[in-house]
DNA sequence: CACTTGACCTGTCCGC
DNA sequence: TGCGGACAGGTCAAGT
């Protein structure tokens, strides 16, 4: 599922890959995938990319914007004019050509490349804004920091939640108004990692406890970003090749297997109506 | 207001 | 083999 990890990595590869780009046309195949008019689109240049939490932006030359949002399963797979099969992939059903029947939109481009945006489950979107619009999105309003901006290791969470006592600390870091870009894969893994247990009411979660999970989320995030993300089912990069962060969880996914640390069983239990993956053990 | 649960979708997997 | 149901999890709406 695309998170932090996966949008970043999603993004760097779209601004070396469409920036520059003009849109020549643009092919609705699921209308509500996509939130405005086409025609305020075509005939833009990309100016540049950014991305604030899970979304993603792109930015056009006459200052409309395309903000997008992955959800669970999207995809933004780029492919050359030349090029539609993704090379060296033959036995890979995810990485095909395209389009396919998860596409929803098609970006065409005036060198006839194209910007598949694929989504198996129909939850992402893309919607065209003014810069106007774009900054007045309820959902990037209430949006909390950035875990890899700086200055986010002096982010007080014990004032921010001040009026949450009686939430689990998994529901809080999965949040987007708390901390932004977090969801269940990294979730799972720095609460592993700083031996919190995804049940822990915010009561007891102490201020060397937040300095630990802030410095956690930074060491786990950058890691992931310099794997190219995590593919658990889904994801793929603007290329469209698999993220392999998951080589290297220590929790997700390894429900059965043993603890990395302590041998335990590592077992997956349902808090905030996710699927969590927890060591009973290293966490308390 | 804080917090929880269900809805949105489609594809996969598991048991019968 | 086919079929029904559980499950996957980001965000929002509706419920307590």
Redesign the pocket.
Known sequence: ???LPEVETVKTGLQSLIVGHTISSVDIL?P?SFMGKKSQIVGSKVVSISRR???LNILLDNGMNIYT?????GQLVYRSAEINFAAGHPND?MVNDLPD??TRVIIHFGDNSKLFFND????GWMKVLTNQELVN???LL?MGPEPLADGFIAYDFKST????????IK??L?D??VVA?????Y?DEVLFATGIHPTR??SSVSSKDWSRIKNSLIEILNLSISLGGST??NYVDAKGQKGSYLQFAKV??REGQECLVCGNTIK?I?V??????VCTVCQS
Do not use: C, Y
């Open positions: 599922m695309p998170e699921n509500g939490g899970k979304s949002h992955l959800r669970m399963t059903s029947r998860s198996q489950r129909k939850f999105q309820p959902f209430s939640l001040k009026n949450r006592k009686k939430a689990n529901s809080i999965l987007q108004k870009g977090v969801g269940n894969i979730a009411p915010l658990d089912r997700f996914r997956k349902r905030a109506g996710r699927g969590t993956h």
